[in-house]
């Protein structure tokens, strides 16, 4: 039997479940491969809460956004403008996490994509800056680097 013919017939299925096999193998595939690019908020506050070494956090959200309101910590790299030159300076041991506004914004995913291509392990916070204010995690305003 072909392939597609297989597919064929899974889909046509009476369960919409069940009538596509899945293996415990190929589960933890997708899903430990899931959580190698993605965490969500609770994850990012304990790492930062606990002082966890070994990440760091990237708001690639405006400089205007992120000078109203951030993740406490959060570097800006704005990912519109993002380059080789301006990661020149971060630590390619490091493990990045990006965040955009929300789950309607796909700028921590532009931000992610391009760092990975410019060389660093990246992780994108699932639901953006609206989920971490959603679950009452403390927020910062202002630039912290300015003198």
């Not at 790299?77 to 789950?103: I, K, M, N, Q």
């Amino acid at each position: 039997m072909s392939q597609s013919h297989e597919l064929f017939e899974f889909l046509q299925s009476e369960s919409k479940i069940a009538g596509v096999p899945v293996t415990s193998e190929l589960s933890a595939t997708y899903f430990l491969a899931k959580l190698s690019s993605e965490c969500d908020p609770s994850d990012v506050e304990h790492d930062i809460s606990h002082k966890v070494p070994g990440v760091a956090v990237i708001d690639t959200r405006s400089a205007e956004s992120y000078q109203e309101a951030h993740i406490p910590g959060a570097l800006n790299l704005p990912h519109r403008t993002l380059s080789s030159e301006h990661v020149a300076g971060l630590d390619p041991e490091v493990t990045y996490v990006t965040y955009g506004f929300g789950p309607d914004c796909n700028a921590g995913t532009k931000g992610a994509a391009k760092l990975a291509v410019l060389g660093f392990r990246v992780k994108e916070m699932i639901g953006g800056f609206e989920y971490w204010k959603r679950d009452g995690f403390p927020v910062e305003s202002g630039n912290p680097d300015a003198s």
